[in-house]
Structure formats: C-alpha cells, structure tokens
C-alpha cells in the first residue's frame, strides 16, 4: 500500500501535466474552431430574427411622397358659362355697362396634373394574431439554434479528444519502432560476435537485417500516421497543420472515472423547441379565423404644385380592420399542413429519444470491453517481454536460433503496439460515452 502512495505521488505532476495539455487544446478549440464560428454566426442570425420579429410590435414611422404627371383620359365638362352668362348679359343691361363679361364653359379631366401628396405615417398594428405568433416561433428557433450550437461543442470536444489521443498513439508507436530498431542493432552486434566465435551461422545477420528493414519501413509508416493525426488535430484548433503538440507518455495510461454525471442531451432540447415552434404555427395558421387590426396617423400636404404652404397641409387618421372570411380553403389545407408536420416532429421526438438510449448504452459497453482489452493487452505485453528477454538470454549462450530470436522480438512489439493501441481506444470510447451522457461541463 505505501508503495502504491508512492507511486500515485510521483505520477501526479505527470497525470496532472497531461490533463492541462488537454484542457488547453478544448480550450484552443472551443475559442477558434472553423466550423463552431459558423454556428456562432448562424445563432447571431438568429437572434437578429428575434428582435426583427419583436419590431414588429412597435409603431413604423415612413415618409410617402407621391407625384403624377397626367394629360388626357376622362375629362367632366362643367357648363359654367351656359349657367352664368346669362345672368351677366342682364347685369349688363341694368348697369348699362360692360362689368360682367362672357365666360367659356370648362372642361376638367379626372387624373390630376403636376400634383403631390408628401406626408409622414404613423401606424401601429392592434391586433394581428401572425405578428404575435412569428415573434414566438422566432424565440423557439433562437433557443433551438443555441441548443445545436452545443450540439456542435460536445461533437467538437469528443473530435479533440479523440484526435488527440489518436496523436499520442501514433506517438508512441513511433518511439516503439525507434525503440525496436535500437534493439535490432544490438542484436545484430551481437550476432556479429558470435559469427566471429564460430558460435552462429553469418546466414543470422542476413535474418536480422531483413528484421532490420521491416522495422523501418514500419517506423517510417507510423512517423507518417503521426504526420497526418498532428495535423488533424491542429485542424480542429484551426491552427497552422505543423504546430507542434505537447506529449506526455503518462496520458495514455490514464484511468477513467469511476462513473461520469450525465446531463440533458441538448438533441432532444433542440427538438422539443422545433416542435413548439410547430405549435406556434399551427396557432397561427389558424389565425385566419380573427381580424386583423390596424391604426394609422398621416401628416403632410397635398396639392398641385410643390408649395407646402398652410391651404396644402392636412392630417388625417384611422383604423383598418382586415377578415378574411374566404379564400377557397387555402387557410384550412395550411393549417393540415402545420398539424403533420408537427406530428412528424413528435415521432422523431420519440425515436431521438431510443436512439440517444442506444447509444448510450452502446458507448458504456464499449468502454468496459475496451478496458478488458487493455487489461488483456497489459498482461500480454508482460509476457512476451519476459519472453523476449529469456530467449534474448538463451541466444546469447547459443542455445536459441535466431529465428526463435526474431520471432520472440516481433511478439514483444507486436503486444506493446496492441497495448498503445488498447489505451487509446479506452480513452477514446470514455470520450465517447462523455459525449452520449453529455457530462462535458462548459
């Protein structure tokens, strides 16, 4: 027990130096991820949405200028001269004078000529059932954009994590591969010195050297799968593909938590808003059914010729009240419309709900056999060491072949590349089940 204190003791700088890496590369991530600013952008969008939908209930203020030009069309003839004409010849008589002279009739046409109405309007809707439910379907979709901009976070910090223990992987199986070929090497000078003894054949160089040149074909393959996990990673921090990633060989070898706290998935929150939403527009879809009710208030001037004097000044004010009592059942086949869809979404509700179920279930099973495999992995990796190392022991005395050599040496890195990769995959499927019981704390 005291050596085990001990031990936890030495490693926790280690383990705790590990974790900062991690946190910092979330962190990295959470601030400049590409694809998470677009969703950042798209609930700015929404959010502009909401407060044009709230404008909508505060009172518009334009200015409406209108100017014709006309010439011909209808006309009105207005007898004026036949009516008073008369009455000015008999004026005429009796004043013995010429006072009151001949007038011609008039013709005036119906389309105004060279005349202006310049006003400001004030209106302010009074009741309208769609301005009230838009306003409400548009908060829905803000807190259902919010709930997806979550959505991506959980996805975003799973694919760190992911990625980055896929880099310490192939980190490690780069070092195992260099590790192997310092070992091939001193093999090979081993058997060089038995060659010269007389106690092994010089057909063993020829073996170990073929053992040589797979181990580097091998180390150059993982030096390049470390290549491509560098950059992935450094993909998802949006950061230049080379920057190079702090490693800690401790990481990998991290246990799990013993239990991780489940919270709310943020799919279902998302479509729970979709399908109030849907109920919104069904309610307003069957909107159709009440008036719509406006005021209005217009100050300006009105006239012919640009003048704006106190004869062309004018206000005037009023209500409108809109209904529409039939429109050939379009109004009804909408609101069908709204009700299947919102069905549609109360069924996807339900099946989200089993598969997030699923799911979870599935990544707490993987975890617990990706635990059994590394325990597995660990016992197997001990054995072929020691196996190794006696067999190691043996050639040295010329009482093992070499291809018994080999072939122990080949089992040995084989079992600690199965052994990195087992803990890989552990930390990867807690990754995993952090997201499906999205227990990750922003």
Do not use: C
Not at 1 to 16: E, N, W
Not at 178 to 207: C, I, M, P, W, Y
Not at 334 to 356: D, F, I, P
């Amino acid at each position: 027990m005291k050596r085990l204190v001990i031990l936890l003791f030495l490693l926790a700088p280690a383990l705790s130096r590990a974790q900062g890496t991690l946190d910092s590369l979330l962190r990295a991530g959470l601030d400049s991820n590409l694809g998470l600013r677009q969703q950042s952008i798209a609930l700015e969008r929404s959010f502009a949405a909401l407060r044009e939908a709230r404008g909508l209930f505060l009172p518009s203020l334009s200015l409406l200028a209108d100017y014709t030009y006309a010439d011909g069309g209808r006309k009105i003839d207005i007898p004026v001269g036949d009516l008073m004409n008369p009455v000015y010849s008999t004026l005429n008589q009796l004043t013995q004078s010429n006072a009151f002279p001949q007038i011609a009739n008039v013709s005036e046409q119906f389309l105004p000529n060279d005349f202006h109405d310049t006003r400001l309007r004030l209106a302010l809707p009074l009741i309208n059932a769609e301005i009230w439910y838009n306003e409400k379907i548009r908060r829905e979709a803000y807190d259902g954009q919010q709930a997806a901009l979550t959505v991506y976070k959980r996805e975003l910090v799973k694919d760190i994590r992911s990625a980055y223990y896929n880099f310490l992987r192939a980190d490690q199986a780069l070092s195992i591969y260099t590790n192997a070929e310092k070992l091939l090497q001193d093999n090979r000078r081993l058997t060089e010195t038995l060659v010269g003894n007389g106690l092994a054949l010089r057909s063993n160089l020829l073996k170990i050297d073929a053992e040589i040149a797979k181990n580097e074909a091998a180390r150059v393959e993982a030096e390049n799968n470390r290549t491509n996990a560098l950059r992935y990673l450094n993909f998802l921090l949006n950061r230049p593909l080379d920057t190079p990633i702090a490693t800690d060989s401790t990481a990998l070898t991290a246990q799990p938590p013993a239990e991780l706290n489940g919270g709310r998935r943020e799919e279902l929150a998302q479509l729970e808003s979709g399908i109030r939403q849907n109920q919104y527009l069904v309610r307003m879809k069957r909107g159709y059914l009440l008036p719509t009710v406006n005021t209005f208030f217009d100050a300006g001037y009105q006239g012919f010729y640009y003048k704006f004097d106190d004869e062309q000044q004018y206000y005037l004010g009023g209500v409108q009240l809109r209904w529409n009592l039939f429109a050939g059942m379009t109004n009804t086949r909408k609101v069908q419309q709204a009700e299947a869809g919102l069905r549609e979404l109360e069924s996807k509700r339900a099946e989200t709900e089993k598969q997030l179920e699923l799911q979870t279930s599935a990544a707490r099973l993987s975890l617990q056999t990706a635990q059994v495999q590394v325990t597995g992995a660990e016992a197997q990796e001990r054995f072929a060491s020691e196996y190794y190392r006696q067999t190691l022991s043996r050639y040295r005395e010329g009482q093992a072949l070499v291809l018994e050599l080999t072939d122990a040496f080949t089992q040995w890195t084989n079992n600690r590349l199965a052994l990195n990769a087992a803990r890989a995959s552990r930390l990867i499927r807690q990754a995993e089940l952090e997201r499906a019981l999205a227990a990750y704390t922003f």
